[in-house]
């Protein structure tokens, strides 16, 4: 990953007006747990007109789905609930010519309550000099336990030695 896609994909958001949370590795490290990540995580609120305006955010600086989906198919909420059953799909993949090593990942379903993640989120430092609205500890965690995967769960272990009053 490099820091100046980082930068471009969370000014790009930013400039749009874009209500986006940022999630996975990049959060994990923005909350004290400095790990290796290789991706962008993010959770755009899937209002229609917010998605349609990250979206195109994203296309402004090179970024395109990995599958054949339209802005305006993945703006419909049937249309993912059906990919998330079918396909067991759990994010858009993003890939850029221009920011080849630098993937983005926005789901295709809310984590989390959004809108109250937005309500009280941060601005957290997601790599040198840029801060970012970031999702909130208790949330994250969340997060980690249902995905579960070893890298997850190192994450999860991670965090709440850093914020017990948030460990189960």
Do not use: C
């Not at 940022?22 to 755009?44: C, E, P, Q, S, Y």
């Not at 395109?64 to 993912?80: M, N, S």
């Amino acid at each position: 990953m490099e820091a100046r896609s980082v930068i471009a994909i969370a000014r790009a958001l930013d400039e749009a007006n874009v209500k986006f949370l940022v999630v996975g590795g990049l959060a994990v490290n923005a909350h004290g747990h400095l790990r290796l990540t290789l991706d962008v995580d993010l959770v755009i609120g899937l209002e229609r007109e917010n998605i349609l305006r990250g979206l195109a955010a994203l296309r402004s600086v090179g970024y395109r789905p990995y599958a054949p989906v339209t802005d305006e198919d993945f703006a419909d909420p049937a249309k993912r609930e059906l990919w998330r059953r079918e396909k067991n799909m759990r994010a858009l993949m993003l890939w850029s010519d221009e920011h080849r090593r630098t993937r983005v990942d926005v789901f295709v379903y809310e984590p989390f309550n959004f809108e109250a993640e937005w309500a009280s989120h941060q601005q957290k430092e997601i790599v040198p000099g840029l801060e970012a609205p970031v999702v909130s500890v208790p949330a994250l965690l969340a997060m980690k336990r249902a995905a579960a995967r070893p890298k997850d769960l190192e994450d999860l272990r991670m965090l709440e030695l850093a914020y017990p009053e948030y460990a189960v």
